[in-house]
């Protein structure tokens, strides 16, 4: 198990992986019609510890993670509660691809190896389907513990690269439970969208290990 780290300022943080973590209410995201952006909508399932999940612009062709300055992971936080959220962003359109998830924003799983990719285009509102947490920071914490890699200073990051459980996310579809309650959602909250919700269509994707799964 390879980690990737990059290292900032020191101060002791130790397991259990608690930390801040934004509720990211898709109520406060306003989109526009006519916007030339695209809206992202994920229902993130609950988890006592915060958590991140983060997505960024790919490059289908070469498998690489987009590297310009506009290019920064998108995230959203979920988490700290018992009850799942959703969480939205307007972003840029293009080619995104699930890139990791992390706690306490120090310790994380890259998932170079089996991931999803999906396109956004300009003016739609996407919804990415509901992620679930467990296996993943129950997997941070195994490969934590047991590494001995329980300490970690604020911007030492480390991200296992190897083996990772891939995104637990469903594949949101016209009909699904997922999108239903997406759809229901919209409905009472999200009036700017004005009914243009729409699930995501994902492709199997990797991609090229880099420090911009960590950003």
Partial sequence: MRVITAIGAMLALSLPLTGCGGSGDARTISFHDGSKQAYLLVLLGPS???????????????????????????????????????????????????????????WGLCFNKNTRQFTVHPGEAVFLGEFRPEKHLAQIQAIASGSGDTTRSVNNIGYYDADNVPP????????????????????????????????????????????????
Avoid at 196 to 208: N, T
């Fill in 168 to 215: 637990q996310i469903t594949s949101p579809g016209a009909d699904t439970p997922d999108f239903l309650a997406a759809k229901k959602y919209e409905s009472q909250s999200l009036p700017d969208l004005h009914g243009r919700l729409s699930p995501a269509v994902y492709k199997p994707a990797q991609y090229e290990m880099s420090l911009s799964c960590m950003w």
């Fill in 48 to 106: 006592s510890a915060p958590y991140t999940l983060k997505i960024n612009h790919f490059n289908p062709e070469q498998s690489t993670l987009n590297h310009g300055a506009f290019d920064a992971p998108r995230e959203f936080n979920g988490g700290g509660s018992d009850q799942p959220m959703f969480v939205a962003r307007v972003v840029d359109p293009g080619t995104y691809v699930i890139t990791a998830v992390n706690q306490q924003r120090m």
